[in-house]
């Protein structure tokens, strides 16, 4: 069984940066694309950032492109979102996934296999 648990949420002033991280368990994740989708309340689910299993294919959702940074270490298990400027705006709820199938330059909910259980991000303004 293939566990996920983010962490590194938490409240920060309009600017501000963050780091979350990603654990996976039960499997190794080189064997998945991984990434990031968030939700804020009241909206639906939306596509942060993705990254291939070897790390070298990487993309953004256009809301969050420029100002977030995705990346892994396989050896440690851990995928990381470094998120910097800040906007009231990506106050939500940042879930993890994996995909079994890679990540190959275009992402949705449809491909992922496992989700974690998210870290609430509030950005105050």
């Known amino acids: 069984q293939v566990r996920l648990v983010e962490s590194g949420g938490g409240l920060v002033q309009a600017g501000g940066s963050l780091r979350l991280s990603c654990v996976v368990s039960g499997r190794f994740m080189s064997r998945y694309g991984m990434g990031w989708f968030r939700q804020a309340p009241g909206k639906e689910r939306e596509f942060v950032a993705a990254?291939?299993?070897?790390?070298?294919?990487?993309g953004y959702g256009d809301t969050v492109k420029g100002r977030c940074t995705i990346s892994r270490d396989n050896a440690k298990n851990t995928m990381y979102l470094e998120m910097i400027n800040l906007k009231p705006e990506d106050s939500a709820v940042y879930y993890c996934?994996?995909?079994?199938?890679?990540?190959?330059?275009?992402?949705?909910?449809?491909?992922?296999?496992?989700w974690g259980k998210g870290t609430l991000v509030t950005v105050s303004s």
């Open positions: 990254i291939s299993k070897g790390g070298g294919t990487s």
């Open positions: 996934a994996a995909d079994s199938s890679d990540y190959g330059g275009t992402w949705s909910e449809r491909n992922v296999d496992y």
